[in-house]
């Protein structure tokens, strides 16, 4: 089983409490503390995909722009014989580095 879920741009990070016998969840990528729980799978996605709807009516509700998750921009410090090996690998695709980095992360971080 993944231990994430994605709804509505948000992410979640799951786990499961041997002690109270259910999953616990928590959304990532934002400074509210946001969590839900439920005993099975079926629950526990309902109670993420409640947990965020909540979340923006309750920063509409208080007049609170929602914090997105992530912006979409991602700066990376490496070594610069990775970055050459990046740019080369890029061009001989045909592909900017970005568009080559965006899939190749794509790849390798699906959810």
Known sequence: MSN?????????????????????????????????????????????EEAVNDYLETCHAVGKT???????????????EIHAAVATAAELSGQSINQWASEALNREASL
């Open 4 to 48: 994430s879920m994605v709804y509505e741009g948000y992410a979640a990070r799951i786990e499961f409490s041997s002690e109270d016998e259910c999953f616990i969840g928590h959304i990532a990528g934002i400074k509210d503390v946001v969590g839900f729980h439920g005993e099975t799978v079926s629950e526990l996605k309902t109670a993420f």
């Open 66 to 80: 929602p914090q997105k998750p992530y912006s979409g921009k991602l700066m990376l410090r490496i070594r610069p």
